[in-house]
């Protein structure tokens, strides 16, 4: 299941993610980074300052010692004014555990920006 929803031009959307450790408990999202980049479906280059939308999120954690596990990544309604159409998408979590950066993709899918009818709000 696609953790993007599809959506109408200048619709906000906020993806809330927990991170869980192997027991369920939640783990420190400090120093984490969500990055959400949205892409033309037939945009194949490897530039990714040809995303539509770029965004990114670093986690934040006000205390270490009972971590919430949670990350929460705002598309605002700037965001989304953007041409309609089918689009790709990937979303990866970054972290860094013991030095070393570990990447992991946790969504890659289709989206679609529907057109709004209203056009200034």
Excluded at 35 to 47: A, P
Excluded at 72 to 101: A, Q, V
């Amino acid at each position: 299941m696609a953790l993007l929803r599809n959506f109408y031009q200048g619709d906000t959307q906020d993806l809330v993610f927990l991170l869980r450790d192997e027991t369920q408990s939640p783990i420190s999202v400090a120093g984490a980074a969500l990055v959400l980049t949205i892409k033309s479906k037939g945009d194949d280059s490897e530039n990714d300052e040809a995303a539509v939308i770029k965004k990114e999120q670093m986690g934040v954690e006000t205390d270490t010692e009972n971590p919430t596990g949670e990350i929460l990544l705002s598309l605002e309604h700037d965001d989304t004014l953007k041409p309609p159409g089918k689009y790709k998408y990937d979303l990866k979590l970054i972290r860094f555990i013991n030095g070393i950066k570990k990447v992991t993709t946790l969504d890659s899918d289709v989206v679609e920006i529907y057109e709004s009818v209203t056009k200034e709000v």
